[in-house]
């Protein structure tokens, strides 16, 4: 006889029970122990069919090729940059990927991206030792000029974008903003100045609310009243 | 949240910020709460805007210096814990904190806030040495000032604990209702250039777009008791001039909120 | 049995008031307050982050590294000097080897997750608070734990066994035992186990069956400190 034993969309601390019995299957960040299965970190619950899966309220952005990240110059090498993409890891990103233009031998580096300069970049390559190599080749990646870069909890990424990118959107519209997301939770507001702090601050407003019901709501009733 | 440097510069050009506030402007609510540590003599916790403070003094009775035997003695210590920022290490105080420590602590003790004749017990033989002990919790900008107005917090608020009359030690479990011989005030306000416009308390990201930046220690009355200049860019009379004046409109708001603070605590 | 009734009026099981608060400092990934009695304790997790120094990176897995220090106006007496301590180091490192057992850095090889816990006061139980408030703040980070570890002191007072122990408790005038235990909330296994002071073999396995009852209820202030954090009803987050 399975049975739940906490409610769906509430908040779970690491080691919680969550299910009794074997019809239960443990997802995402759930584990099982005998016949229970346990939350593994601090999250939402939900199910899904008999799988039982807890999305984390906060913690470290896992490094995943593909992702769009936004991150920051640390050192200029012989051969390209290392970034400081704002988690445990480093990454490179060689010359060869950073521009479709022909870099000559001699030409200095830091023309392109100097130390401490930020750059919207794509992670093409995860070692098993969560070491990374980007990108900077495609559109839409480049190198960060004027704005301000908000950070938020890379869990909350998602909930910032929103279902088909309607969430991010909807505050681009409201407050006149280019807005860039970078998977690590680094997102880069470019507008006016006070459009600027008005998506900063919906953005916070995300960050602080996201497992709370009616966020949708929450967020035009914001963006609206702070015009 | 994380700015270009230009970005910060441009918008002090207008006389803007990141957020609401004026070049001049402190963040708010400042809160102040003091005695939060059971264990110090005083000690006071102060936040502004996200930067958190704690301070706590520390009395004992030691054998006067040599060279002032009819007096005690103050020292304020700094540490920038590993807690308050990502950026902090373990290990000795660095440059930072080793600074902030020495312009709370030279502005304290040239302004003579503590009268330290009266700490003499015994000349020669006693006298009571105040030990101040600024810990930083949350590191979102100007942590000088706040540990400033910490130290002089606590040093307010504190009390002498009860000395044995027989044994002449110190039970440290039990306060007298006896404050500290306080007899100024002294409160350091840092001003900072940014693209040439004057700014006052910045948050953390503000701080890496100054040029140069003068702290001014002063007390209730408008004197100055110290001075501090950081940056690599060099200032005029006339600009430090304006710091100054600056300065002490500042600290003259800051020690109202203090009142303020210490009043609702009554 | 000579002490049956306790310096503070206690009973036996019952622990010093307790408070607790999760994200109370803002720049650190997760944090953490937790009082008890007079005895506080602020945690800050930092992580998982590059490690510094290199050497010690474990290429398989994160490592965990705890960094306790009391405030120098938190002793009971005098001014404590700046500085690491011996007993701070050893503190540092029970308090890691207590959490150990549940914290999951797998997913994170060459890097390191550190705890700093700063206690602006203390009044005994030091070491157990630290590690309370050090676990919610994992928590609080969103680091993978497969349990949550609470931990108080039990022990004994001339004869008599209690739970958390005061500084009065600890320096009674007759035969004293002070134990800090800590323990995972699920299986009851015990992560941090020392003893000051004399206890029969009895005594002892009669505190640690009272350490279960006594961790459980830090336990509750955990959960509560964490979920709260995360309330609906807390519009002004």
């Not at chain 1, 998977?183 to 407003?205: M, R, S």
């Not at chain 2, 506030?21 to 809160?31: G, H």
């Amino acid at each position: 006889m399975s049975e739940l034993l906490v409610q769906e969309r509430s908040v779970v601390v690491p080691g919680e029970s969550l299910a009794q019995g074997m019809d239960f299957l443990p997802g995402d960040n759930a584990y099982r122990e005998k016949d229970k299965i346990y939350s593994k970190v601090l999250g939402l619950m939900s199910v899904s069919g008999r799988v039982i899966k807890i999305t984390p309220l906060s913690g470290p952005y896992l490094p995943k090729t593909e992702d769009k990240i936004i991150a920051r110059v640390m050192d200029i090498t012989i051969s390209g940059w290392r970034f400081d993409t704002a988690t445990a890891y480093s990454a490179m990103l060689n010359v060869r990927d950073a521009t479709t233009r022909f870099v000559k031998k001699e030409e200095d580096l830091s023309q392109i991206l100097a130390i401490g300069d930020y750059a919207v970049v794509k992670i093409v390559n995860v070692t098993s030792q969560n070491l990374i190599d980007l990108t900077m080749k495609e559109p839409g990646l480049r190198k960060i000029v004027g704005g301000r870069i908000v950070s938020i909890n890379s869990q909350k990424v998602p909930r910032v974008i929103g279902r088909q990118g309607s969430m991010i959107t909807l505050i681009k519209d409201k407050t006149g903003c280019d807005i860039t997301v970078g998977q690590n939770g680094l997102v880069w507001i470019k507008g006016t100045p006070e459009g600027e702090l008005k998506a900063e601050k919906a953005i916070k407003l995300i960050e602080a609310k996201s497992h709370l019901e009616g966020l949708t709501e929450k967020m035009e009733k914001f963006l609206v009243e702070s015009a | 949240m994380i700015v270009n440097k230009e970005t910060i510069a441009e918008l002090a050009k207008e006389n803007k910020r990141l957020d609401n506030r004026t070049l001049t402007e402190f963040r708010q609510p400042i809160q102040i709460e003091t005695n939060i540590s059971w264990t110090a003599e005083g000690s006071a916790r102060v936040q502004i805007g996200e930067t958190v403070v704690m301070a706590g003094v520390k009395l004992s009775i030691e054998k006067p210096y040599n060279d002032t035997p009819d007096e005690g003695g103050i020292m304020i210590n700094a540490e920038l814990s590993p807690i308050a920022s990502p950026e902090f290490e373990a290990g000795p105080p660095g440059m930072k904190a080793v600074e902030l420590a020495r312009v709370v602590d030279r502005g304290i003790r040239e302004a003579k806030a503590v009268d330290l004749k009266k700490l003499c017990i015994e000349p020669g033989e006693k006298a009571w040495f105040v030990i101040v002990d600024i810990i930083s919790i949350n590191d979102d900008g100007n942590l000088l000032d706040v540990a400033g107005l910490a130290a002089l917090a606590a040093l307010k608020t504190a009390k002498f604990p009860v000395v044995d009359p027989e044994t002449g030690a110190i039970d440290y479990k039990q306060k007298t209702d006896k404050s500290l011989p306080l007899t100024k005030e002294p409160l350091p306000i840092t001003i900072y250039k940014v693209n040439g416009a004057l700014m006052v308390d910045p948050i953390r990201e503000e701080e890496k777009a100054y040029e140069a930046r003068l702290t001014v220690g002063s007390d209730a009355k408008g004197t100055i008791s110290a001075l501090q200049k950081g940056g690599d860019v060099a200032l005029t009379n006339e600009e430090i001039g304006r710091m100054v004046d600056l300065a002490l409109e500042k600290a003259s708001f800051l020690r109202k909120e203090l009142t303020k603070g210490l009043k609702l605590k009554q | 049995m000579v002490y049956n009734k306790r310096v503070d009026g206690r009973k036996i099981d019952e622990l010093r008031p307790m408070e607790a608060k999760a994200g109370v400092v803002k720049n650190a990934n997760g944090s953490a307050s937790f009082k008890i009695g007079k005895t506080w304790a602020i945690a800050g997790v930092y992580g998982p982050r590059e490690v510094v120094p290199r050497f010690m990176a474990n290429p398989r897995h994160g490592i965990l590294r705890c960094h306790y220090t009391m405030m120098p106006f938190s002793g009971s007496g005098e001014r404590i000097k700046p500085g690491r301590s011996r007993r701070a180091q050893e503190i540092s490192m029970v308090m890691e080897q207590a959490l150990a057992p549940v914290v999951d850095l797998s997913a994170f090889p060459n890097s390191v997750v550190d705890i700093f816990v700063e206690l602006p006061q203390t009044d005994a139980g030091t070491r157990c608070a630290a590690i309370s408030a050090a676990c919610i703040a994992l928590a609080d980070a969103g680091i993978p734990m497969k349990d949550m570890v609470s931990s108080v002191a039990v022990g004994q007072v001339d004869g008599t066994v209690v739970a958390d122990l005061n500084y009065n408790e600890e320096s009674y005038p007759a035969i004293v035992s002070d134990i800090p235990v800590a323990m995972l909330h699920n299986t009851k296994e015990i992560s941090l186990l020392q003893m000051d002071g004399e206890i029969s073999k009895e005594d002892l396995l009669k505190a640690l069956e009272l350490a279960k009852v006594a961790t459980e209820k830090v336990y509750q202030l955990q959960v509560k400190a964490l979920k709260e954090k995360y309330a609906v009803n807390n519009e002004d987050n």
